[in-house]
C-alpha cells in the first residue's frame, strides 16, 4: 500500500529544493557564449610543466582531474602556493585555459621529473623498458637531469700521453663554451636540451697499459678494448667510488670515455677511430656494486680537428658530442651501405648523429623528452594556424601524423624552424648544414621492431644506416632528391613561403592536409593546417 499522505509530503519538499536551487543557480550569458569551445590545461610540479592527460577541454563538459599515482601527491590548486580548495574535477561552468599546481608532500619533484612519470606519449625511456617481453634493454646516460661521466685518458707505450691530456680533456668536456672556443660537450647539451640535461664528470689520471697500442688492435671482437676497461677500472677501483657514476640505479655506470692516444686513422675498419659499444664479459664483474656497460672508444686528436667550416677554436667536441649521442640512445642518421645509389643519404649531412655538425634535429629531442612538438591529426586537425619560433632557442616543432597513437614511435611528419645560429653557427653552410632560416620537414618512420632487440640501437624496424625504409629522411623542397643519391643537403631543401605539397605516408597514400607557410623571418614563421 502506497502511503498519499507521505507522498504529498515528499512532492512539496522535492518542489521547495526545485525552487530553492533554480534561484541561487543562474547561467550567466558570459558561460552560455563560451560554452561548446576548447581549452588547454597545464599542469606543474615544482615550477616545471609535466604532460599529462587530459590536457583539453570543452566548456560545458565536467573534466575529472587525474590522480598521480605517486608517493606524497595531495591533489591539485589554481595556485603555486596550494592556497584555497583542492581541485578535483573542473566543473560544466568552467572556461578559459587552466594552469593547475601539484602539491607532494615529503617528495622530490624533480627525481619525479627525471624519472619520466609524466610523459603522456611514449618516448624511449619507455620503450626500453618493454621491449624483449618486458626485459628491456639498456642505455647508457639518462637524457633528463644530472648524469656524471668517467673519462679515462689512455696512452701506450710506444704512444704516450701528452703532459697536460687530463686538463684539456677536463676544460674540452666539461668547461665553458668561452675555454674551448665554442662549446664544451657539457655547454653543448644543456643548450641542445634547453636545460634538462646536464653532464658533469670526472677525468682521471692518465691510464698507462705499458703495451704496444698494436697489441691492442690486433685482438678480436673487441676483447683489446674490453682489457683495457677491465684494466683501467681495477687500478683505480681503490680511489674511485664507481657506484656515483650509475645515476639511474640500474647498477651499470653510465658511460665511460676511454680517451687514447694513438693517432686517429681515418679507416672504419680500424679501431683508432671513434665508437660506442657495450663491454660484454662472461663473468660478472662489480665494481661498488656496478659493472661497466657503455663506453665511448675515441682520440684525443679529435679535439684538434679544425672545423669545416675553418673557424678557428681551442678545442672541437663534435665527435665527442656525436658519439655521447649514441649513450642516449640515438642511431647514426647516415648510410653504412653506398651500394645502393638510388638509396643512400636520410639527412644529408645537417644533423649532429649524421655528419658531426649542427644541433640535434626535433625527432631526436623528442623522443629524448626534451620538447613536446604540437600534433596535428590528419584525420580531425583542421583550420589550425600555428607559430614556429627558432628552433634552437624554444624546441617548437610540429607533428602531423596520420593516425595518432599516443606513441611517438610511429610514422608522422616533424616541422621546425631552421636557424643559422646558436649550435648551428659554427658549421652553418658547411657539411650539410643550412646557412639561411627555414623550415625544414622530415619524413619519421619509427615503428618498433617485431624482432628481437639486441641493443638500445635496433629498437625500430627501420634505420638510416642500411634498411631500405629510413628512420628518418629530410624532405627536399627543391624536389632534386639528391640526398638519396648521396648529395648533401642544401639550402635548396629549406622550405619557404608557400604550399608543401605531394607529401604522401608510407603505404603510398596522400597526406589529405593541406600546408602553407604564410609568414617567414628570421625569428619566426606562421604555418596553416586546413
Given amino acids: 500500500?502506497?502511503?498519499?499522505?507521505?507522498?504529498?509530503?515528499?512532492?512539496?519538499?522535492?518542489?521547495?529544493?526545485?525552487?530553492?536551487?533554480?534561484?541561487?543557480?543562474?547561467?550567466?550569458?558570459?558561460?552560455?557564449?563560451?560554452?561548446?569551445?576548447?581549452?588547454?590545461?597545464?599542469?606543474?610540479?615544482?615550477?616545471?610543466?609535466?604532460?599529462?592527460?587530459?590536457?583539453?577541454?570543452?566548456?560545458?563538459?565536467e573534466v575529472v582531474l587525474p590522480k598521480l599515482d605517486v608517493e606524497g601527491f595531495e591533489g591539485w590548486y589554481f595556485n603555486s602556493n596550494f592556497s584555497g580548495n583542492e581541485i578535483k574535477y573542473l566543473s560544466i561552468r568552467s572556461y578559459g585555459n587552466k594552469i593547475l599546481y601539484a602539491k607532494i608532500i615529503d617528495k622530490n619533484a624533480n627525481d619525479l621529473i627525471n624519472n619520466e612519470l609524466f610523459t603522456s606519449w611514449t618516448r624511449l625511456n619507455d620503450i626500453i623498458k618493454t621491449v624483449n617481453n618486458n626485459e628491456g634493454v639498456t642505455r647508457g646516460f639518462n637524457?633528463?637531469?644530472?648524469?656524471?661521466?668517467?673519462?679515462?685518458?689512455?696512452?701506450?707505450?710506444?704512444?704516450?700521453?701528452?703532459?697536460?691530456?687530463?686538463?684539456?680533456?677536463?676544460?674540452?668536456?666539461?668547461?665553458?663554451?668561452?675555454?674551448?672556443?665554442?662549446?664544451?660537450?657539457?655547454?653543448y647539451y644543456q643548450k641542445s636540451s634547453y636545460g634538462k640535461l646536464t653532464i658533469?664528470?670526472?677525468?682521471?689520471?692518465?691510464?698507462?697499459?705499458?703495451?704496444?697500442?698494436?697489441?691492442?688492435?690486433?685482438?678480436?671482437?673487441?676483447?683489446?678494448?674490453?682489457?683495457?676497461?677491465?684494466?683501467?677500472?681495477?687500478?683505480?677501483?681503490?680511489?674511485?667510488?664507481?657506484?656515483?657514476?650509475?645515476?639511474?640505479?640500474?647498477?651499470?655506470?653510465?658511460?665511460?670515455y676511454l680517451v687514447y692516444s694513438h693517432h686517429v686513422e681515418y679507416d672504419s675498419d680500424s679501431i683508432w677511430w671513434a665508437f660506442t659499444d657495450q663491454y660484454f664479459t662472461k663473468d660478472y664483474e662489480y665494481y661498488d656494486n656496478v659493472e661497466a656497460n657503455f663506453y665511448c672508444f675515441i682520440g684525443y686528436d679529435f679535439l684538434f680537428e679544425e672545423p669545416r667550416s675553418g673557424a678557428k677554436i681551442k678545442y672541437n667536441c663534435e665527435t665527442f658530442i656525436h658519439e655521447t649521442g649514441h649513450l642516449f640512445g640515438l642511431d647514426d642518421y647516415y648510410d653504412y651501405d653506398d651500394s645502393d645509389y638510388y638509396n643512400m643519404g636520410g639527412l644529408g649531412g645537417c644533423?649532429?648523429?649524421?655528419?658531426?655538425?649542427?644541433?640535434?634535429?626535433?625527432?631526436?629531442?623528442?623522443?629524448?623528452?626534451?620538447?613536446?612538438?604540437?600534433?596535428?591529426?590528419?584525420?580531425?586537425?583542421?583550420?589550425?594556424?600555428?607559430?614556429?619560433?627558432?628552433?634552437?632557442?624554444?624546441g617548437d616543432a610540429i607533428i602531423l601524423c596520420k593516425q595518432c597513437n599516443n606513441t611517438f614511435y610511429d610514422e608522422y611528419y616533424i616541422l621546425s624552424f631552421y636557424t643559422p645560429d646558436g649550435l648551428n653557427k659554427l658549421e652553418a653552410g658547411y657539411g650539410g648544414l643550412f646557412s639561411i632560416p627555414g623550415v625544414v620537414l622530415y619524413h619519421v618512420s619509427a615503428a618498433i621492431t617485431d624482432s628481437e632487440v639486441a641493443s638500445v640501437w635496433d629498437m625500430t624496424k627501420n634505420n638510416n644506416a642500411s634498411s631500405k625504409v629510413k628512420l628518418i629522411e629530410l624532405i627536399e623542397a627543391d624536389g632534386k632528391d639528391n640526398i638519396s643519391r648521396g648529395g648533401n643537403s642544401t639550402n635548396s631543401d629549406l622550405f619557404k613561403l608557400g604550399e608543401i605539397n605531394s607529401l604522401k605516408w608510407s603505404d603510398g597514400s596522400d597526406v589529405n592536409i593541406s600546408i602553407s607557410i604564410e609568414t617567414l623571418d628570421d625569428n619566426y614563421c606562421l604555418i596553416k593546417f586546413q
Fill in 1 to 61: 500500500m502506497i502511503n498519499i499522505k507521505f507522498k504529498r509530503m515528499m512532492f512539496f519538499i522535492a518542489l521547495f529544493f526545485l525552487l530553492f536551487l533554480s534561484s541561487c543557480y543562474k547561467v550567466s550569458q558570459e558561460e552560455i557564449s563560451f560554452a561548446g569551445i576548447e581549452y588547454n590545461i597545464k599542469y606543474y610540479l615544482n615550477n616545471k610543466e609535466v604532460e599529462i592527460n587530459p590536457n583539453k577541454y570543452i566548456s560545458g563538459n
Fill in 143 to 187: 637524457s633528463i637531469g644530472t648524469v656524471k661521466a668517467l673519462v679515462i685518458p689512455v696512452d701506450f707505450s710506444d704512444y704516450k700521453a701528452e703532459n697536460d691530456m687530463k686538463e684539456v680533456l677536463e676544460t674540452a668536456l666539461f668547461g665553458s663554451g668561452y675555454e674551448t672556443g665554442w662549446e664544451s660537450l657539457k655547454s
Fill in 200 to 256: 658533469d664528470g670526472f677525468v682521471t689520471d692518465v691510464y698507462h697499459t705499458n703495451k704496444r697500442a698494436s697489441y691492442f688492435a690486433y685482438q678480436d671482437n673487441g676483447e683489446g678494448i674490453n682489457e683495457i676497461i677491465k684494466g683501467a677500472l681495477e687500478y683505480f677501483d681503490s680511489s674511485i667510488n664507481y657506484d656515483e657514476y650509475d645515476s639511474d640505479g640500474d647498477t651499470y655506470i653510465d658511460a665511460i
Fill in 351 to 394: 644533423d649532429m648523429m649524421d655528419n658531426n655538425v649542427g644541433d640535434h634535429n626535433p625527432y631526436s629531442k623528442t623522443i629524448l623528452n626534451w620538447i613536446t612538438p604540437e600534433v596535428i591529426d590528419e584525420a580531425s586537425d583542421i583550420n589550425k594556424i600555428i607559430k614556429l619560433r627558432k628552433f634552437q632557442d624554444s
